[in-house]
């Protein structure tokens, strides 16, 4: 499975963007994608994720109300919206599959896309 994430850049507090992540390949084997975040000298933090088939979307409870994960089936598409970001909502933003059930644990995912970089200035 080959994922590719883009949608990141340069936005001012308060803006609202959103990530997508392509993925291609092998996907009838994925269960899950999630979305996961580095910031600059800190651990990859779990972002959201959800089922392969668009179910139980689930987004980390600090950031619930702002982060929605999403997947356009027709695409192969999943979607990250951001809303409302801060400047500690800087980082690198990586969307990941797996087989089975979703996962907060990054360790658990098998392919990883290249990420994104989302910059939050005050």
């Known amino acids: 499975v080959q994922l590719q994430a883009s949608g990141g850049g340069l936005v001012q507090a308060r803006d609202s963007l959103r990530l997508s992540c392509a993925a291609s390949?092998?996907?009838?084997?994925?269960?899950?994608v999630g979305w996961f975040r580095q910031a600059p000298g800190k651990a990859r933090d779990f972002v959201a994720a959800m089922l392969w088939n668009g179910g139980h979307a689930y987004t980390d409870d600090p950031l619930k109300g702002r982060f929605t994960i999403s997947r356009d089936n027709s695409e192969n598409t999943v979607y990250l919206q951001m809303s409302s970001l801060k400047p500690e909502d800087t980082a690198i933003y990586s969307c990941?599959?797996?087989?089975?059930?979703?996962?907060?644990?990054?360790?658990?995912?098998?392919?990883w896309g290249k990420g994104t970089l989302v910059t939050v200035s005050s």
């Open positions: 390949g092998r996907t009838f084997n994925v269960g899950a």
């Open positions: 990941a599959v797996k087989g089975g059930p979703f996962s907060r644990n990054a360790a658990d995912y098998k392919y």
